[in-house]
Nanobody, 124 residues
């Protein structure tokens, strides 16, 4: 599976962006798609994930209520709508394919394929 992110760029605090993750070489329904981010000097963080088979969605506490993940199965694309952006959202954002689910009441994510990332800078 090949994944290509797009939609990054510079945005002012309080603004919005929509990221796209285009998948090829596989069918979305076989994978969950996750969005991760990594800021300079920080560890990679799982931001959101969608199980494309049953539509279950997951969000980190840092983005819940501001970000929305969605799927366009016809175009094999997953989107991440990001609103109310702030400086702490500045990072390189990656999409990945694998699984995200709940096991024994706890979320479990595991990714096998990764895109190359797209940079988002939130600054005035």
């Amino acid at each position: 599976v090949q994944l290509v992110e797009s939609g990054g760029g510079l945005v002012q605090p309080g603004g919005s962006l929509r990221l796209s993750c285009a998948a090829s070489g596989g069918t979305l329904g076989y994978y969950a798609i996750g969005w991760y981010r990594q800021a300079p000097g920080k560890e990679r963080e799982g931001v959101s994930c969608i199980d494309t088979l049953d539509g279950s969605t997951y969000y980190s506490t840092s983005v819940k209520g501001r970000f929305t993940i969605s799927t366009d199965s016809a175009n094999n694309t997953v989107y991440l709508q990001m609103n109310s952006l702030n400086a702490e959202d500045t990072a390189t954002y990656y999409c990945a394919a694998g699984y995200c689910t709940v096991i024994a009441g706890r979320e479990s994510w595991g990714m096998d394929y990764w895109g190359k990332g797209t940079l988002i800078t939130v600054s005035s």
